[in-house]
């Protein structure tokens, strides 16, 4: 059974930075996709950053330059996300979430598997 806990999240000033961790059982990563979703109150839930099965990596265009995913994997199993000149607007929740890739469409489509979720607050 896939498991996914976040951990890292917590309140900073606009312009620091904060990393988030995704401790992520039972997945391969070369089956599966992974990605940090946000969600602010009352807005809809978006991707941030995405690893596809064959390791690349997709941002959404709010925190290109800002916002790094990486993964330790094999033993650790570890997906982070780094998250430097943070903006007020980056306030929210974030959820890793994974679900596997389709090689028939070559696409991330669903993903199954949610973790908890971390809070992150930035201030002005």
């Known amino acids: 059974q896939v498991q996914l806990v976040e951990s890292g999240g917590g309140s900073v000033q606009a312009g620091g930075s904060l990393k988030l961790s995704c401790a992520a059982s039972n997945i391969s990563y070369a089956d599966y996709c992974i990605q940090w979703f946000r969600q602010a109150p009352g807005k809809e839930r978006e991707g941030v950053a995405q690893?596809?099965?064959?390791?690349?990596?997709?941002y959404a265009d709010s925190v290109k330059g800002r916002f790094t995913i990486s993964f330790i994997s094999k033993n650790q199993n570890i997906l982070y996300l780094q998250m430097n000149r943070l903006k007020p607007e980056d306030t929210g929740m974030y959820y890793c979430?994974?679900?596997?890739?389709?090689?028939?469409?070559?696409?991330?489509?669903?993903?199954?598997?949610w973790g908890q979720g971390t809070q992150v607050t930035v201030s002005s």
């Open positions: 979430a994974a679900g596997p890739f389709s090689f028939a469409s070559q696409s991330c489509a669903e993903y199954r598997h």
């Open positions: 690893f596809d099965a064959y390791g690349s990596t997709k």
